[in-house]
């Protein structure tokens, strides 16, 4: 059998398909981007003004997509050029950084016209600790989780002590509220704690007692109820809600709406680049949370349907460099990070065709967005530098064993 790792070479998959993604990013950005470029470059007053117009920039977006996408490459680059023992010595040190920055967030932050305050400006710069946190997310818990080592099995020492490290960070993007990020959050966090070796019966109550939880506060948070009863009964009480005198109505059946009407009409073989017409007056964040559904008009099912198989890739490569690890944390640091960029994209995609309530999180190295470009492509960098160091065998395999424990083996598959 031919050696699925060899020492010091990079994933050439994980990496040539992170590149396309991001090359797809640019081709859709320059096609989808043009009315809202127009729209933040036009002179005020101005309805339909034509492009070079006046100042009217049409590529406006695509130019700051591309400058993000370098920032992105760059901290790619250093990402894997870090040696992956370095992230360990710092991540108690990162995580109250980030824990701080999520705080910070609730006091002086901006809600950049969303329902979260989660947004830090400076100087005409935005930053999204929310997005920063996955990071340290993952790397707090996997410095945590290998020092714990059987103790995760206890319920003290492992289930409940998972629960309130998980939960501190957590908390304030509750409170922003981000209902995406701590989504997605929480998927990181049970995934990393499952291939630890956590016991199945904890993880079980782990669920009950989230189901509860989300059962008691998204009736009490407005916009959450609203998105949830219009997502499962989209009738006229529940998307557009009556609401006090002088408050705005909302219309919160509208973005899944123009998505599947932006997905439908692309049929198999789409409208063609630039031909999308949701775009333009009626899919709101088409450049952003919904460029899925906006990319799928254009492009049509055939050609989209390459998008989701390049997050199913990622998700194979990210588990194999996992498998091939050559250490406990740096299996767990893999794990993390794969289930955060594919389990994040999948969510994406589900909202986008009406599988899920709206969520607000991005489509990773694909939507336009300076943090989580940034974030996004220092995961891949990380991924790619624990494949560099993988071994040719099974060194940490993710079965499990009958007792809860994760399998580890030392046999050789070749």
């Not at 250093?78 to 991540?91: D, E, L, T, Y």
């Not at 336009?368 to 560099?388: D, E, F, K, N, P």
Request: some cysteine.
């Amino acid at each position: 059998m031919l050696k699925t790792f060899r020492s010091g070479r990079v994933d050439m998959v994980l990496l040539v398909t992170v590149v396309m993604l991001l090359v797809f990013s640019v081709i859709m950005m320059t096609s989808i981007g043009v009315p809202k470029s127009i729209s933040l470059t036009k002179p005020v007053g101005q309805l339909f003004p034509a492009c070079g117009e006046d100042g009217v920039d049409c590529f406006f977006l695509m130019r700051r997509h591309m400058f993000r996408i370098l920032a992105g490459l760059v901290a790619m680059f250093f990402a894997f050029r870090i040696p992956v023992k370095f992230w360990k010595k710092i991540a108690v040190g990162i995580f109250f950084l980030t824990l701080a920055m999520l705080f910070g967030v609730l006091i002086l932050g901006s809600t950049s016209n969303t329902f979260a305050r989660a947004w830090l400006v400076f100087a005409n710069t935005s930053i999204q600790p929310a997005e920063i946190a996955k990071l340290a997310l993952v790397f707090y818990l996997a410095t945590w989780m290998e020092r714990r080592g059987r103790d995760l099995l206890d319920f003290k020492n492992g289930f409940l002590s998972f629960c309130l490290v998980t939960g501190t960070l957590i908390f304030p993007v509750i409170l922003q509220p981000d209902f995406g990020s701590t989504l997605v959050y929480a998927t990181i966090a049970t995934s990393i704690y499952f291939v630890a070796g956590a016991r199945l019966r904890h993880i079980t109550v782990g669920l009950a007692v989230v189901a509860v939880f989300v059962l008691v506060v998204v009736p009490s948070v407005p916009y959450l109820k609203y998105r949830f009863t219009s997502f499962l009964n989209p009738s006229v009480e529940n998307c557009q809600p009556e609401v006090k005198e002088g408050e705005q109505r909302r219309n919160y059946c509208w973005q899944t709406e123009q998505a599947k009407i932006a997905v439908g009409s692309g049929g198999f073989f789409g409208k063609g680049l630039t031909q999308g017409i949701q775009k333009a007056y009626w899919l709101p964040q088409a450049t952003d949370d919904f460029i899925f559904a906006a990319s799928a008009e254009e492009l049509g099912f055939i050609r989209i349907i390459f998008i989701v198989i390049a997050y199913v890739v990622i998700a194979h490569r990210g588990l194999l460099i996992a498998q091939h690890a050559p250490d406990r944390f740096e299996q767990l640091v893999a794990v993390g990070l794969t289930s955060w960029l594919t389990i994040q994209a999948f969510i994406n995609i589900m909202v986008n065709i009406g599988l899920m309530p709206v969520t607000g999180i991005t489509l990773p190295f694909v939507s336009y967005g300076g943090t989580s470009m940034v974030s996004t492509l220092a995961a891949a960098g990380i991924l790619l530098q624990i494949s560099r160091s993988a071994t040719p065998y099974y060194a940490n395999s993710l079965y499990r064993r009958r007792n809860g424990g994760t399998y580890t083996s030392q046999h050789r598959s070749y």
